[in-house]
């Protein structure tokens, strides 16, 4: 168990509503990352918060959007849900720097229909 | 676009079989991590490679960061069915300080009892 807490573990929404995902990262852990995993791929990555600013951004669309609060956690925030959203959500928690380990939760499974 | 490849895509070996998983990339990564993700959990980290040339050992798994740092295998000696699962690289791209982690798109490994 890595003590990176996701919570729902499984969600289903209909297109166009909005979801709002939780992680509560490892204690000690500063950073967090956020990944979605499609059926069958790797993570690709989604944002990155530290110290409650979002520090990086991979090829997702704005109606992804995230928080980070003072006691590190997160929550990701998607609006005008698509069928194509359908992912395992990944959250990441570690400390900020280069060649840092991740710790992963076991991920909320969102299901659009 | 720096891509992670991993080949092959899936495997189904007889127990006590070796194996090896190969991740390329035509980028070079300022380190590289190994992860070992079973249904319904997120990645969890098995080793971080980061000098070119590397050679790390975990009990049966075998791993090598490239020369030139772009590509790295993973060998697994007489294969347990306990090392089911899908195995992911990701490379750390070092870029602008945004830290976080291009991973490839996995090998589904089988080991059959």
């Known amino acids: 168990e890595t003590g990176v807490t996701q919570s729902p573990t499984h969600l289903i929404k209909t297109r166009g509503q909005q979801v709002t995902l939780r992680c509560s990262s490892q204690?000690?852990?500063?950073?967090v990352s956020w990944y979605q995993q499609a059926l069958g791929q790797g993570p690709q990555f989604i944002f990155q918060?530290?110290?409650?600013?979002?520090?990086g951004r991979g090829n997702f669309p704005p109606r992804f959007s995230g928080l980070q609060f003072p006691n590190y956690s997160s929550e990701l925030n998607v609006n005008a849900l698509e069928l194509d959203d359908s992912a395992l959500y990944l959250c990441a928690s570690s400390l900020r720097g280069f060649n840092t380990e991740a710790f992963f939760g076991q991920g909320t499974r969102l299901t659009v229909v | 676009t720096q891509l992670l490849e991993q080949s092959p895509q899936f495997l189904s070996i007889q127990e006590g079989e070796n194996l090896t998983v190969y991740c390329n990339s035509s980028?070079?990564?300022?380190?590289l991590q190994w992860y070992r993700q079973e249904p319904g959990e997120g990645p969890v980290l098995l080793v971080t490679v980061v000098t070119g040339g590397e050679v790390k050992k975990l009990k049966r798994l075998t791993f090598q960061f490239g020369d030139a740092r772009k590509d790295s295998s993973l060998h697994i000696t007489a294969a347990q069915p306990g090392d089911t699962g899908l195995y992911l690289c990701?490379?750390?791209?070092?870029?602008?300080?945004?830290?976080?982690?291009?991973f490839g798109t996995g090998t589904r490994l089988k080991v059959l009892a």
């Open positions: 918060y530290y110290r409650e600013e979002e520090n």
């Open positions: 204690s000690g852990h500063n950073t």
């Open positions: 980028s070079v990564f300022s380190s």
């Open positions: 990701a490379g750390d791209p070092r870029t602008s300080g945004t830290y976080k982690y291009i």
